[in-house]
């Protein structure tokens, strides 16, 4: 099964949380994956770690707690992730191509994550957590838009478009495609899908 603790541990590399605090996380993320966020409960994570509630919450203060810990790490991913494709010598569009290559290797090796991600009943009421999704959004955003202001410069992307168009077209088919693959259940290689999306975007914008 794709969605399992071992999948998610392989992306979870964060040196603030101790190995009892990545544990809760990872279940957390498994939970949502498998029953949505109305499965998650203190007493669900406990029950499936083998602790008492009490135990849990010396890691955690609750719930809300351990959600903003999975944004938290992806957030450190994603921006650190946006920078080094945007610092590198790659040109615009090999960078717009890397981008892509990134983030679906990062949610393959990681299906659950996805689903926390791209859960809008996560975000719905709890404020702290829409804005992390709205800051990691901004940064993504912001990135992109200097990729593709510098392959305006360069001619190797259209000018007739408005940036924010572009910048429209690039992040929301990557949303499109994570969330296809996570509703037909991981049935189609995300990596390579995201490799061949990426050459239609690449495309479609020169």
Excluded at 129 to 142: D, Q, V
Excluded at 161 to 181: A, E, M, Q, Y
């Amino acid at each position: 099964c794709l969605l399992t603790i071992t999948n998610i541990r392989k992306r979870w590399v964060h040196v603030k949380y101790t190995q009892r605090q990545q544990e809760i996380i990872e279940t957390a993320i498994a939970i949502i994956a498998e029953g949505g966020v109305q499965d998650l409960t203190v007493k669900n994570i406990a029950a499936r770690i083998g602790i008492s509630e009490p135990a849990l919450y010396r890691h955690f203060e609750n719930k809300l707690a351990i959600l903003e810990a999975i944004m938290d790490h992806f957030s450190t991913w994603s921006r650190t992730t946006m920078d080094d494709i945007a610092g590198s010598d790659l040109s615009p569009v090999e960078k717009v191509r890397e981008l892509f290559r990134r983030y679906t290797q990062y949610f393959s090796s990681s299906p659950a994550t996805s689903a926390v991600l791209f859960s809008e009943e996560i975000f719905r009421y709890e404020s702290s957590l829409t804005y992390s999704m709205m800051s990691i959004m901004k940064h993504a955003e912001t990135t992109i838009r200097t990729i593709i202001e510098e392959g305006v410069s360069l001619g190797a992307f259209r000018r007739d478009v408005p940036v924010d168009h572009l910048i429209l077209t690039t992040l929301g088919t990557l949303r499109l495609l994570v969330t296809r693959w996570r509703m037909q259940l991981y049935r189609f290689d995300l990596a390579d899908e995201g490799l061949t999306t990426a050459d239609s975007i690449i495309a479609m914008i020169s």
